[in-house]
């Protein structure tokens, strides 16, 4: 179970890399405005829900650091990937915006996960390792 956690958390980082860096082919028509900050929260949310997946499952790590390492590890991924496009991409730049949307997106989804994943996702894993 670890593993497969571990690999769609890595998945997913590298989903999100690749769209952040690509050039975009899309044109700048949007159902509203700041649109894409919407798909900034979504989608570090989502990384946020695997890597806490991901963590939920060590040994020996309590509730409240899986869920601070989390939050924070996204975060600084969500900073560098901006500081990337900025560096290192011709068609995307930083911006603190998304950055924002990027960090309240995991917090969101940590929040979401404590309150409605945690339980059950545990309760699955501990009758997986038994049946195994």
Do not use: C
């Not at 690999?7 to 769209?19: A, D, E, N």
């Not at 991901?54 to 924070?72: A, F, H, K, P």
């Not at 975060?75 to 949307?101: M, N």
């Amino acid at each position: 179970m670890k593993l497969v956690f571990s690999g769609i958390s890595l998945m997913w980082l590298s989903v999100v890399t690749f769209l952040s860096l690509m050039n975009p082919t899309y044109s700048e028509a949007s159902l509203f405005p700041n649109s894409d900050k919407a798909v900034h929260f979504l989608m570090y949310g989502i990384m946020a829900i695997f890597l806490l997946s991901r963590l939920q499952l060590e040994d020996g790590i309590s509730q409240q650091l899986v869920l601070i390492i989390t939050v924070i590890s996204v975060i600084i991924f969500g900073g560098l990937l901006e500081i990337a496009q900025e560096l290192f991409t011709a068609t995307r730049q930083a911006s603190v915006w998304d950055f924002l949307a990027n960090g309240l997106g995991a917090l969101a989804a940590a929040v979401a996960y404590k309150r409605w994943l945690w339980t059950p996702i545990g309760k699955n894993f501990v009758v997986s390792i038994s049946k195994g």
